[in-house]
């Protein structure tokens, strides 16, 4: 996943640079383990949510809420001098995944 989220960054700053002049932001969102249907297929997925609520500096996971609010930040006017930027929406475990 490291490589997948890597590679993703890089996208995000190339093309960012790419499109800015035409007036286009390019961002994205990287959030934190959510409960969906999907993640049932992440073996041991649990234990690495409840490691993450351990550990994330809002003692707490991700809401899908959480990220939508994030995404309608992007989207909108109120983030107009943003681009090239991956924002991590994981209540801080980012922060301490060193």
Known sequence: MGLCKAALEAAV???AADLGPRGV???ALSAGPLKTRAAT???N???LFEIVERRAPLGRNVTLDDVGRAALYLASELSSGTTGET???DCGF???AL
Do not use: D, P, Q
């Open 87 to 89: 924002l991590h929406v």
């Open 25 to 27: 932001r390019v961002n």
């Open 94 to 96: 980012a922060a301490t």
């Open 13 to 15: 700053r190339a093309l």
């Open 41 to 43: 297929a992440i073996k």
């Open 45 to 47: 997925f649990n234990s």
